[in-house]
């Protein structure tokens, strides 16, 4: 069983082995708010493949369920064909009574561990206590008798993988006073219970569950970061803390490591105040008043220890938030460095260092902007190694929101547009079937059409992305107009293809109808195939004869579509008025929605859900129509046709009949 494998076999890292598979356990009504929140799980590597599960690699808890298989493994009862006797095998009688001097064996060998009588008492209690389906008082009750069983013993006991168990199930459903008193028991063990496969699971629990002892228990793995980071076991502990349960104090505690002996030396920090304001500045705090061979040491220690981390990338550390959090400090430490060859020469040293992992860092904050400022400040050599690395990992970082701004800087600042049409644009237009289904990716879509549309991306968002835009202007000799003009054109023809296969289908989603309209209204070259797509559905009977799915026109963000289709753009709230787009031909598609929607299903659409739509139908045929086509449509629209409008009570009658009758005039 894997509670019981030898340490010296070895696991593979974080990095290279895939998802393992967690039985996902059904959430208790007596959980705690906090508790509740163990659903929050670190971001995960664009690198590393989606578990069915939804559950992380490193899944907080253990698997309760199969604690009686390795507890009938840890009794090496002897299975029944292990028995070689011929004549045991034969006498059902002498296997019996083979069977049972193997138990009494066992149960001796048992009684002679420590703390035997005390484990089996607890297990007693921890099997009524950890049911999932009682009542939370009755619960408390076993909570509180467990422990009474194990007071005075937790720290003796701890590093089995059954009393770990048991000692977890008292934090997990236990009060604060029973946390507390655990964690205070456990005081002063925590880095080597970090390092245990069954106690780290506790001591994240601790770590979240108990704040007041939070600092504190991270304190105890201080001048050992490292060297826990790249433990097989503690790693997890160390990431979920930082990443997860720690606040700006707590995390300066784990970042004090990185920055060097000296540092560690002659800043200690024992949790004043004073400290904790200091600490809370990061990296710039420990440079305050730092200057010549002192900075220039502090610097070199953080980039060895940096280098250390990357030079192991197969341990998984590389992909923890806070190794991108150092990185990031030392990088915009290095901007700050006044002697501009000295700046790029240690940009380059620790580029040169991390430049095969960098894929492995841009789902975090701090590791997307760390990448953001190796292209923005990067050569061009520098950058195609940048995307060469990113590359097969493209769609994973479409739908990850920090790691898809990775991917808009790319296309922000590199010159060469040939090399992100054929590297990124390409796999990005490829996957637009998929990319629609979420916000995140339909962004990816959008930002090579209309990068940084209000109506697409926030203030924040857009703040974000344009952190790197004093560097580009220092760096990128094309114009912003001319890049992007070249990133749209690059991606129209697979965006276009996209609308002409799928878009009919993809219209008929909320999100998917922006992201059909943006292509139609914004992209270049031939739209006629996507139009023809766009137009069919509409060709069905109206209303729709099928009630599980309705007429396009009846779905209320798919007709806004077809209305802004007719319209050629979208309202601005400020002008009053359509901008529209010079890519697209409104008029264009009025004269193909004549000749394939045509009179009849025109007439059922203006008496239905569609009078809007047909009022901007009927003013662009007034406005760029033919004299043969205005002559058509006026004859679609005759007085009987009229009468029955005026009679209905359809939403947009009247803005309906003003349009027949100026088409009429």
């Given amino acids: 069983m894997p509670g019981l494998q030898s340490a010296s076999k070895k696991r593979p890292a974080v990095s290279q082995g895939g998802p393992k598979s967690k039985k996902q356990h059904s959430e208790n009504p007596s959980s705690t708010k906090l508790e509740e929140g163990k659903i929050q799980k670190r971001s995960r590597p664009v690198t590393q493949p989606i578990p069915v599960s939804g559950l992380s690699d490193e899944d907080e ?9 390795e507890e009938v493994e840890d009794q090496e009862i002897v299975p029944d064909e292990m028995i070689v006797d011929g004549a045991s095998s034969k006498d059902p009688n002498a296997a019996r009574e083979s069977h049972k001097v193997q138990r009494v064996l066992q149960e001796q060998r048992r009684a002679a561990k420590p703390h035997s009588q005390l484990l089996a008492d607890a297990k007693l209690v921890w099997s009524l206590a950890r049911q999932k389906n009682i009542p939370s008082a009755e619960r408390q009750k076993h909570v509180k008798e467990l422990m009474k069983v194990t007071q005075g013993k937790v720290k003796d006991i701890v590093l089995k993988h059954d009393a ?7 934090v997990k459903y ?3 006073k029973e946390r507390d008193q655990v964690a205070m028991e456990l005081k002063g063990h925590y880095k080597a219970l970090a390092q245990s ?7 994240t629990k601790l770590i979240r569950l108990c704040p007041a002892h939070r600092a504190s228990i991270l304190l105890e793995f201080q001048s050992n970061v490292l060297r826990l980071l790249l433990h097989r076991e503690a790693s997890a502990v160390l990431a979920d803390s930082f990443e997860l349960y720690a606040n700006a104090y707590e995390r300066s505690i784990l970042l004090r490591d990185f920055y060097g002996k000296e540092v560690a030396l002659f800043s200690q920090t024992q949790g004043s105040e004073p400290e904790k304001a200091n600490a809370r500045k990061g990296f710039p705090g420990v440079l305050e008043g730092l200057e010549g061979e002192r900075r220039k040491r502090v610097l070199a220690a953080l980039k060895e220890n940096l280098t250390t981390i ?5 341990k998984g550390a590389i992909t923890h938030a806070i190794v991108h959090r150092a990185l990031l400090e030392y990088l915009s430490a290095v901007n700050e460095t006044e002697d501009e060859s000295e700046r790029e020469k240690l940009r380059k040293e620790i580029f040169e260092s991390c430049q095969d992992v960098l894929a492995e ?4 904050k701090d590791g997307s902007r760390a990448v953001r400022d190796f292209i923005a400040y990067g050569t061009a050599k520098d950058r195609k190694q940048i995307i060469k690395v990113i590359k097969p990992h493209v769609e994973r970082m479409c739908t990850d929101d920090e790691a898809q701004l990775v991917l808009f800087t790319a296309l922000d600042v590199i010159d060469d547009t040939k090399l992100t049409a054929k590297s990124l644009v390409s796999d990005i237009t490829t996957h637009a079937p998929t990319l629609i289904d979420t916000p995140q990716g339909r962004r990816a879509l959008f930002y090579l059409l209309v990068p940084r549309s209000r109506r697409h991306f926030t203030p924040a968002q857009i703040a974000i992305i344009a952190e790197t835009d004093p560097i580009r202007a220092k760096t990128s000799k094309k114009s912003t107009v001319v890049r992007e003009g070249e990133i749209r054109a690059a991606a129209s023809e697979g965006l276009l293809k996209f609308v002409a296969d799928n878009g009919a289908e993809a219209a008929r989603d909320t999100g998917g109808s922006l992201v059909v309209l943006e292509i139609m209204l914004y992209a270049d070259g031939d739209k006629s195939s996507a139009i023809q797509s766009l137009l069919q559905p509409l060709a069905s009977t109206y209303p729709s004869e099928d009630a599980s799915k309705l007429h396009p026109i009846d779905l209320p963000h798919t007709s806004r579509m077809y209305k802004s289709l007719f319209q050629g753009g979208h309202f601005s709230h400020a002008s009053k008025s359509v901008i529209r787009s010079s890519s697209f031909s409104p008029s264009a598609f009025a004269s193909a929605f004549m000749s394939i929607v045509g009179k009849d299903l025109t007439v059922s659409m203006a008496g239905g859900e569609g009078a809007f739509i047909i009022a901007e139908f009927l003013h662009r045929i007034k406005e760029e129509g033919s004299t043969d086509e205005k002559r058509t449509v006026k004859d679609w629209f005759g007085e009987d046709n009229v009468e029955r409008l005026k009679k209905s009570e359809t939403k947009g009658r009247n803005v309906l009949l003003d349009k027949i009758n100026a088409l009429l005039l």
Wanted: without cysteine.
């Fill in 197 to 203: 496969k069954y106690s780290k699971f506790l001591v």
């Fill in 61 to 69: 808890d253990e698997d309760e369920d199969n604690f009686e298989e």
């Fill in 164 to 170: 770990s168990r048991i000692i977890q199930t008292i």
């Fill in 310 to 314: 990357f030079n192991n990338s197969d």
């Fill in 174 to 176: 236990g009060g604060q």
């Fill in 361 to 364: 860092m841009v789902h975090t």
